[in-house]
């Protein structure tokens, strides 16, 4: 959700260079789909919220199926693993928007994978957050986990499926949201280096949130009858700017301690012993996804909005951590900003033009504690003014402002504070070649049919 994105032939390569081999895409667009055929990923697709109504009517979903799976499903194709139906329908803030819809149309498209011939490899499922399921406030221990009330008979048909069909639960789990959300929540616990007030359930001490939290799932299905169903992880990330708790050197330490858990392969006090299927969100960062639930959204990549790498990591958790590989080959608008004109006089226009610049651009970085925090006024209102120029692909017009702005040569980045120069754009092209691509996969389909 960017407003300049890497061309898909280009995020593939990416995952590739850096040995990633599953992937999981918020829908199936054919652009995404096209460029990880014959490439050996294994891919989660999705249906967004907003199909899950259509969804509801069996013959919607088998064309789905056929469009979006079967399609693919050819020597040379997509290895696709699983369908995800709907992301996070339960979650309270939507107000049982999605609540009657989700079931039904999860066993429409199980169903319609089943008489395409594939339902024993690609199985549906639904992702999940974590607010699905709590412990008591009178006992706030994982063993006492259990699907939230208002949803649990319907968790429970769910889970029953889920069982029957051979799919996993899906879940995600998100440390960096414990510590956001409450202020009293200790920084350590959201970590895998140990903490000094671990949480004893029963005689076992759990060390840290994402364990503790996989466990009150475990405790939860149990308490459904489906104690051994398999867990995937959807999500779990941690965002580099937009909050104070949201820089790099965090998720560096977040990261490194998480991979290396998963790597020892000793799974959670009810689960041990257990290699744990996890993706970590995300890969990019995301300029123009909603930040409604704090500035932190558009910031959870493991790589910049151009594909860089934020910092260190070892991806197969030996703790032999260096720079992942960048994006290559990424094309870049001319070298220029906008910036507040120093000859400007006419200041009292100033706020209401940062204020434009900021509902229609990224500036989630000037937040407190952000990376940009540490700019004086003039240094702010050049970075609004500059978001802009660039969201609007350095537009002349864009750089204006009441006069307030220009466009310069010079680089105001500091320190971690960067001035971005933009993606070119390649969507027109992007979108040819994938329209072509696609045709070519659905012609040979057709032939080894």
Excluded at 12 to 25: E, F, S, Y
Excluded at 370 to 391: H, V
Aim: aromatic share 10%; proline share 5%.
């Amino acid at each position: 959700m960017a407003t300049h994105r890497l061309p898909p032939k280009t995020i593939a390569q990416l995952l590739q260079d850096n040995g990633i081999k599953k992937v999981k895409i918020f829908d199936a667009d054919p652009s995404s789909m096209s460029v990880l055929a014959g490439t050996g990923i294994e891919v989660m697709i999705a249906i967004p919220n907003d199909m899950l109504a259509t969804m509801n009517d069996y013959d919607a979903a088998k064309q789905w199926v056929k469009k979006n799976v079967t399609r693919y499903n050819f020597d040379g194709g997509v290895d696709i693993k699983y369908a995800a139906v709907g992301n996070e329908p339960f979650l309270k803030s939507y107000n049982d928007s999605f609540t009657n819809i989700t079931f039904p149309a999860l066993k429409n498209i199980q169903n319609a994978l089943n008489e395409a011939g594939i339902g024993d490899v690609i199985k549906a499922t639904v992702p999940l957050n974590g607010d699905v399921y709590d412990s008591p406030a009178s006992n706030p221990v994982p063993s006492a986990g259990e699907f939230r009330a208002d949803i649990r008979d319907l968790m429970a048909q769910i889970v029953e499926f889920f069982g029957l069909n051979g799919a996993p639960f899906t879940v995600n789990i998100y440390p960096f949201l414990s510590l956001y959300g409450n202020s009293d929540f200790p920084i350590d616990f959201a970590f895998f280096d140990g903490t000094s007030a671990p949480v004893v359930d029963n005689g076992v001490a759990y060390t840290n949130v994402f364990d503790a939290n996989f466990d009150t799932l475990v405790s939860a299905l149990r308490k459904a009858g489906f104690g051994d169903l398999p867990i995937v992880v959807g999500e779990v990330g941690w965002p580099t700017d937009g909050d104070v708790n949201a820089n790099v050197a965090m998720a560096e330490r977040f990261f490194g301690g998480l991979l290396k858990h998963l790597a020892a392969k000793s799974g959670t006090p009810l689960r041990p012993n257990t290699e744990m299927q996890v993706y970590l969100f995300g890969l990019v960062d995301e300029d123009a996804k909603s930040v409604a639930p704090g500035n932190f959204e558009r910031h959870w990549g493991l790589f910049t909005y151009d594909g860089r790498p934020k910092f260190a990591v070892d991806f197969s958790g030996q703790g032999q951590n260096g720079m992942p590989v960048g994006a290559k080959g990424v094309q870049y608008l001319p070298t220029r900003w906008c910036a507040l004109n120093p000859a400007a006089t006419d200041l009292g226009k100033l706020a209401d033009n940062v204020n434009f610049a900021c509902t229609y651009a990224d500036c989630t970085a000037l937040g407190g504690g952000c990376s940009c925090d540490a700019l004086d006024a003039s240094g702010k209102a050049s970075y609004a003014f500059n978001a802009y120029f660039q969201a609007q692909s350095q537009n002349e017009e864009s750089c204006y402002f009441q006069g307030l702005a220009m466009v310069t040569t010079q680089n105001n980045s500091q320190g971690s504070c960067n001035f971005t120069i933009q993606i070119a754009s390649s969507a027109a092209s992007t979108s040819r070649q994938a329209r072509l691509v696609v045709l070519l996969l659905a012609i040979a389909a057709e032939l080894l049919m």
